[in-house]
């Protein structure tokens, strides 16, 4: 499913020179880097410590880019030593960077002042904290030939779980008609957001609109203004499909209140190892993998077992009749679930299991008492 989701990507965009940067937020599974190396993928990378990884996993350094938002000037320094080129999210940013290194290589972060996702919190373009804004180029043109600094590429990243298009054409005419004021740009990043249907029933994204959209601007760009790599950054589109979290109910509260009843079915997990549905209010197929039959008779919140209110992977959900010790499987949960996991009420986090076709091998191994311990200054 990885590959699969990773090819289909990869052959939509028949532009000819293409480079997909998968962006190891979503999942950093090891397993799941090293198979995306051996494709020949690149990497999104928005800490000092994923770029560790990418450079520690051999992606090659010129297929990682640094994205990373309030930077410091340690961050800065750690990444030039490591290699990695810096795609600049700010005009203090650019300036800190000019005084630290002047006559180097940099690629741009635009705002292009339009963002889209599946939730205002996913959204990065339009008025947010991310990019150097539309009005704010001049002033970056202008620190740019300050310090001497080239201009490799140019960027934008909109926001997450996009299911249309046109959202990524629009932020693409806006970008392009910029580029046309830097020279000898080596690539366009139109980076990641690509959504997958969550729900049954829903539109899947239409790669192959997007594909042939896209392409067909960048050729037309490139005839026009000499030729320029394109860049994607996909991550959820990649990886969200391929992940389930295995949980166990422990506990099922049968209840009324004022004439309403209410079922919680209580499991042994919760927002601490997947948060989306708490955060967003993010919606997850459940499956009872124990149970046969998947026929409906009960309408329940699955919660967990942390002390929040909050603290719930589906609300109102029917299902069928789940028992204590059922296992359940939450779906879709690759992307942005393990990736925003905490420790929340000094919970350990769970093993990843990587399967590949009939063989399955831990990733990554649960937490342990001692895990937690061990930062502590005991
Ligand atoms: C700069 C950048 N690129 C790529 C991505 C990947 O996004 P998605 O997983 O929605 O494809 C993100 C996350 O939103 C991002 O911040
Ligand atoms: N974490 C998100 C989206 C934001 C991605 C990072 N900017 C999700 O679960 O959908």
New binding site residues.
Partial sequence: MLLNNYERLKKSIKYRDLEVLY?C??NNNIDILKVLKEEGSGL?V?SPFEALLGVKLGFQKDKILF?GNNVSNEEMKFLKELGILINIDSISQLKRYGIMFPGTDISIRINPGIGYGHHEYAK?GGLTKFGIYLNEIEAAKEYVMKYNLRIRGIHI?IG??ILQTDPYISALNILLKIANEFKDLEFIDL????GIPYRPGEEKFDLGDFGEKVSSILEDFSRKHGHVKLRI?????IVGSCGVLLVRVVSIKDVSLNGKRKIFIGVDSGMNHLIRPSLYGSYHEIIDVTKASDEKEIVADIVGNICETGDFLALDRPMPKVEEGDVLAVMDAG?YGYSMSSNYNLRPRPAEIFVDGSTAKVSRRRETFEDLLSTFAV
């Fill in positions: 962006s937020k979503a999104d928005v994205t990065t990243h997450s779980g980076g990641g957001g690509l950054e996909p991550g959820r589109y992307a």
